[in-house]
Structure formats: C-alpha cells, structure tokens
T-cell receptor, first 112, second 117 residues
C-alpha cells in the first residue's frame, strides 16, 4: 500500500536559517506529491506540488524535487522567517490506485 | 469571499449526543472531502464525494454519515458521540472528477474543533 513518512518534529530554527524537512514515500503506482502548510488555527493550504519524476515544485521560497530513485520529496528553504512557523504536511495522491495519503506533519518554529 | 466554509467552528457536546457539521464550497468544485485531525496533528481522510456520489469511505465507524444535498455541500453527521471523536474535522474540495482530482490542489475549510465531554 501507499504511505508517506515525514521527519519527526518539532523543528526549531533561528530566522534566516536553512530548512530541510524530509519526506519519503511508498507507492504502488505513480503518485503526485504535495506539500501543504497549516498555520495556527487555520486549515491546510497547498504550498507546492510535483506530478511526475524530476519535477520541482516551488512557492514562497520553498522548493521540493520529486525524486523517484530515492522515493523522496524533501522540502527546503534557504532562509526561513518567523512567519514560516507552521505545521508542514507531505502528501501523495495515487491516480492508479484511487488513493491519497498525508504524512504525520512536522511542526516548524522559527525564532527571531 | 470564503472558498470553503464550515460551521460551527467549535462544538462542545456530551457523550451520546448526535451532532452535525456543515460544509459549503463556492468554488464550483466537483469533489469534496472530510478529514479528521487528531491531537498530534495526524490527518486522516474519512470520506470523499464526487458530484454527490460517495467515492471514498475509509475505515470509519458507521456512526459517521456524510450527506451531500448538492454538489456544493457535504455535511457530516455523527451519532452517539464518543470521547475518541474529539478532534478537528476539516472539509476540503478539489476541482474535477475524483480521479482527475487526485492531482489537483485541495482547498481546505478552517476546521471544526469537536470536543466530546
């Protein structure tokens, strides 16, 4: 079956630090991959996505590359801000198997 | 303009009661979802509807019953509430038929925090 594994949090960084949140997946088909962000007290919002191998999704300074060889979709940002403090979810949807999965979420706190 | 709205935002009730959470989307989307997020932030899909037809029904107690009166609404009714039902429930929608929607962005509502005493 399909699954998504994210690095456990919480992650605490200082402003302007480099961010990496690891995400690996297991899929029987050819999934699309997503990163969603949940700010305190709000619903999830799409941050970026990639629909096929080697695609790079990017938005608001965040990037993630769909790596089929390592089954990974790690989220990176070169310089985090306090406003990036949120919970980040990696997710996959599998067209062939009619399935979608979310990772457990990683809480990021950025301190000034 | 709110794209996906849920009511109520907070719901506190006693064990054994029956309650409903309403969801409406004004995006013209064909597919709607209900998710449960537990206290550890783990997000699990419960149901998915496409054009008023049930597509996904994960392993959820049959005390939970979704109802879709039209394409823009997907309500969640819960019978005989239990302590373990306490969570935040999110409604979401995406464009297109279910299979096409898998690659689409989902738009989430603000959530309903349910507390069962």
């Amino acid at each position: 079956g399909n699954s998504v594994t994210q690095m456990e949090g919480p992650v605490t960084l200082s402003e302007e630090a480099f961010l990496t949140i690891n995400c690996t997946y297991t899929a029987t088909g050819y999934p699309s991959l997503f990163w969603y962000v949940q700010y305190p007290g709000e619903g999830l919002q799409l941050l970026l996505k990639a629909t096929k191998a080697d695609d790079k999704g990017s938005n608001k300074g965040f990037e993630a590359t769909y790596r089929k060889e390592t089954t990974s979709f790690h989220l990176e940002k070169g310089s985090v801000q306090v406003s990036d403090s949120a919970v980040y979810f990696c997710a996959l949807t599998d067209y062939n198997n009619n399935d979608m999965r979310f990772g457990a979420g990683t809480r990021l706190t950025v301190k000034p | 303009d709110t794209a996906v709205s849920q009511t109520p935002k907070y719901l506190v009730t006693q064990m054994g009661n029956d309650k409903s959470i309403k969801c409406e989307q004004n995006l013209g989307h064909d597919t709607m979802y209900w998710y449960k997020q537990d206290s550890k932030k783990f997000l699990k899909i419960m149901f998915s509807y496409n054009n008023k037809e049930l597509i996904i029904n994960e392993t959820v107690p049959n005390r939970f019953s979704p109802k879709s009166p039209d394409k823009a609404h997907l309500n969640l009714h819960i019978n005989s509430l239990e302590l373990g039902d306490s969570a935040v429930y999110f409604c979401a929608s995406s464009q297109g038929e279910w299979l096409a929607a898998l690659g689409d962005e989902q738009f989430f509502g603000p959530g309903t925090r349910l507390t069962v005493l």
